[in-house]
């Protein structure tokens, strides 16, 4: 069993930044995923960024390439989610999610077996 929870979110001006926390806990694989995912209102929930664990690889989705980095710092089970030049419309609940069977990660949500409960972040204009 995996428990996540987030932190971080809050409101900021366009070309602000914010750092996402997920906090993890339980058992995890050798090799697993670890991904931030956003669900704005009325939108499917999509992912932003995940990283491979044990092979450190990470993708990104275009609409954030060059402004979010993802990042965990294994030794205190923590994931990370770095958001520069924000923009309104990354205005968007943001979600930890986790998955432990599978070492290449997915941007479908459903690969996905574990959810923090997300952190809002808002970007105004």
């Known amino acids: 069993q995996v428990q996540l929870a987030e932190s971080g979110g809050g409101s900021v001006q366009a070309g602000g930044s914010l750092r996402l926390s997920c906090a993890a806990a339980g058992y995890f694989a050798r090799r697993y995923c670890m991904g931030w995912f956003r669900q704005a209102p009325g939108k499917e929930r999509e992912r932003v960024a995940s990283?491979?664990?044990?092979?450190?690889?990470?993708y990104y989705d275009d609409s954030v390439k060059g402004r979010f980095t993802i990042s965990q710092d294994n030794a205190k089970n923590m994931l990370y989610l770095r958001m520069n030049s924000l923009k309104p419309e990354d205005t968007a609940v943001y979600y930890c999610a986790a998955d432990n069977d599978h070492s290449f990660c997915s941007s479908e949500p459903a690969q996905y077996k574990y959810w923090g409960q997300g952190t809002q972040v808002t970007v105004s204009s």
């Open positions: 990283i491979s664990v044990g092979y450190s690889t990470t």
